[in-house]
């Protein structure tokens, strides 16, 4: 029954900083033991993960984007979102939101880099 869904831009400019914002219904990020992730797609590439904030607001990030990446919340709204600073070309992917386990998915939202 969790529903996710990722919004934000769909462009954004090299060197720019992407900003997506993942809403979850049906469940909250609070709840004690979820975390929520954050994975893309590359064209033509597989899976990537990104990383993930868990229910007390702790982050966990893939080395590869560990110096970019930043994942944060607003448990008001109950939404996560993610920030991957000084984007290039190669960031082009499909973006998903997903939660523990990888269990429920986002839709994906198309993200391209390009000035």
């Known amino acids: 029954q969790v529903q996710l869904q990722e919004s934000g831009p769909g462009l954004v400019k090299p060197s720019q900083t992407l900003s997506l914002t993942c809403t979850v219904s049906g469940a909250s990020i609070t709840t004690n033991t979820y975390y929520w992730n954050w994975v893309r797609q590359p064209p033509g590439k597989g899976l990537e993960s990104i990383g993930y904030i868990n229910y007390s607001g702790g982050t966990s990030y893939s080395p590869s984007l560990k110096s970019r990446a930043s994942i944060s919340r607003d448990t008001s709204k109950n939404q996560f979102t993610l920030q991957l600073s000084s984007v290039t070309p190669e960031d082009t992917a499909v973006y998903y939101c997903?939660?523990?386990?990888?269990?429920?998915w986002g839709q994906g939202t198309q993200v391209t880099v390009s000035s």
């Open positions: 997903a939660s523990s386990s990888l269990r429920y």
